[in-house]
């Protein structure tokens, strides 16, 4: 592929006609302008191709939870899965039903209430400031950027207006599988999600993922294959079955509109446009990675030796 396809892509999308609605639940990402539009790809030969708005940054909000998954995996490895499950869900993000019908163990770490666990996990032991601190190192590491902060306007907009956050985390703790303090969970939590990062600093973190950058993972291969897994079978919420069905990549999304892609052994890929559809993922982000996926045949589905 080259840059000519990426410029084509962000051309397509600028002309759509849906920019989508932009999360404005949460103030901060509420004033984004929906019209921008930012694509980049990292490759297995070592070339990073962008176009349009690819180094501006956002709010990566959910896409952080493929940061403390990471983590946590390498840290508590299988005895992670005793307290979130590994299921895709087909109710909301946000929703409670789930936790009441599973006794408190959430569907999988990708919908709130699993990624509510997986930071409280990553807090034993230590303090918000210094969980904090290890998640931003983990990140800058992958990204090979040292230039990648959190949003303090956005955290503090997040916990004042989280309500339904607020009420799965009090639900876990009722179910005694969270181990902290609501306060000190949510608040660790709101923070990663406010971590901000452009669409080529945000491919560059992928690289791990797609293992074309394997002597700098900081994640185990076996780890790197279950993430993928549930990046691709949970990663877009109630919506992960259409994204499979018309993109064919694992990939996480987030409500800032940013999406993490992987294909494996080939390439990492960073999309951003603001608005999203009816499932809280970008509409415009997923339409240009099925163009992309479609133009290189890069979905992990195609009947051929690739």
């Known amino acids: 592929m080259d840059v000519d396809l990426l410029e084509k892509i962000c051309a397509d999308m600028r002309g759509a006609p849906d920019?989508?609605?932009?999360?404005?639940?949460?103030?901060?990402?509420?004033?984004?302008?929906?019209?921008?539009?930012?694509?980049?790809?990292?490759?297995?030969?070592?070339?990073?191709?962008?176009?349009?708005?690819?180094?501006?940054?956002?709010?990566?909000?959910?896409?952080?939870?493929?940061?403390?998954?990471?983590?946590?995996?390498?840290?508590?490895?299988?005895?992670?899965?005793?307290?979130?499950?590994?299921?895709?869900?087909?109710?909301?993000?946000?929703?409670?039903?789930?936790?009441?019908?599973?006794?408190?163990?959430?569907?999988?770490?990708?919908?709130?209430?699993?990624?509510?666990?997986?930071?409280?996990?990553?807090?034993?032991?230590?303090?918000?400031?210094?969980?904090?601190?290890?998640?931003?190192?983990?990140?800058?590491?992958?990204?090979?950027?040292?230039?990648?902060?959190?949003?303090?306007?956005?955290?503090?907009?997040?916990?004042?207006?989280?309500?339904?956050?607020?009420?799965?985390?009090?639900?876990?703790?009722?179910?005694?599988?969270?181990?902290?303090?609501?306060a000190l969970a949510l608040g660790t939590y709101f923070h990663q999600c406010a971590i901000r990062m452009s669409c080529e600093q945000l491919a560059r973190f992928g690289r791990f993922l797609a293992h074309i950058h394997p002597h700098r993972s900081p994640v185990r291969a076996e780890h790197v294959r279950n993430i993928n897994a549930l990046m691709l079978t949970c990663g877009h919420y109630d919506g992960s079955g259409e994204f499979a069905f018309r993109v064919g990549m694992p990939a996480k999304s987030g409500v800032g509109g940013g999406i993490l892609a992987v294909v494996p052994g080939i390439a990492s890929v960073a999309v951003w446009s603001p608005g999203l559809n009816k499932h809280g993922n970008s509409l415009r982000g997923t339409a240009a990675l099925e163009e992309l996926s479609t133009a290189c045949r890069w979905s992990v589905f195609e009947p051929h030796d690739r």
């Not at 992958?142 to 902060?149: F, L, P």
């Not at 959190?150 to 639900?171: C, F, P, Q, Y």
């Open 19 to 182: 920019l989508g609605k932009v999360a404005d639940y949460i103030p901060e990402l509420a004033k984004v302008d929906p019209r921008h539009f930012g694509i980049s790809v990292c490759l297995a030969d070592g070339r990073q191709l962008s176009a349009g708005d690819a180094d501006v940054e956002f709010s990566v909000q959910s896409v952080s939870k493929v940061f403390t998954l990471s983590i946590a995996l390498g840290r508590f490895g299988e005895r992670l899965w005793q307290r979130v499950g590994r299921e895709p869900s087909t109710n909301a993000f946000n929703s409670v039903h789930e936790l009441e019908v599973h006794d408190g163990i959430p569907p999988n770490p990708f919908v709130n209430s699993g990624a509510i666990v997986t930071t409280d996990a990553l807090l034993v032991g230590a303090r918000p400031r210094e969980t904090l601190a290890e998640i931003l190192h983990f990140v800058r590491y992958a990204a090979s950027d040292d230039d990648i902060h959190i949003d303090a306007a956005v955290a503090r907009s997040e916990k004042l207006t989280g309500d339904k956050n607020w009420a799965l985390a009090h639900m876990l703790r009722a179910y005694r599988n969270l181990d902290n303090a609501c």
